[in-house]
């Protein structure tokens, strides 16, 4: 199973010499034992600067906590759930867009 992770996120408009830092990515997972074939997250309606998601610059706010995908693969590589807090200790500022094992992974190839 392969995993792309970074913190690197890029503006949608220019600076007039390329793109600003911002906190927005995406990210695959692909492998044998993953549930193929799914987008998970949720694509922002409105990606216009009227859109409530933009605050200025080209710059989002995430729908999907960076926590909301490593809970799932956490899990995965046999995090017991008593011990996720260690691991993501943000996940518990979550309620939505939070995804399990069984989310990601065949329920048959994962431990």
Known sequence: TVISAS???RTLTSN???TDHAWGGNHFIAGG???GGRIHGQYPDDITDD???NIGRGRLIPTTPWEGVWKGISEWFGV???NMGSVLP???NFASNIFDAADLFQSSLFR
């Open 7 to 9: 913190e690197f996120g």
């Open 16 to 18: 007039g010499l390329g």
């Open 33 to 35: 034992s993953v549930a």
């Open 51 to 53: 859109g409530i998601l």
């Open 80 to 82: 017991e759930i008593q």
């Open 90 to 92: 943000n996940l518990s």
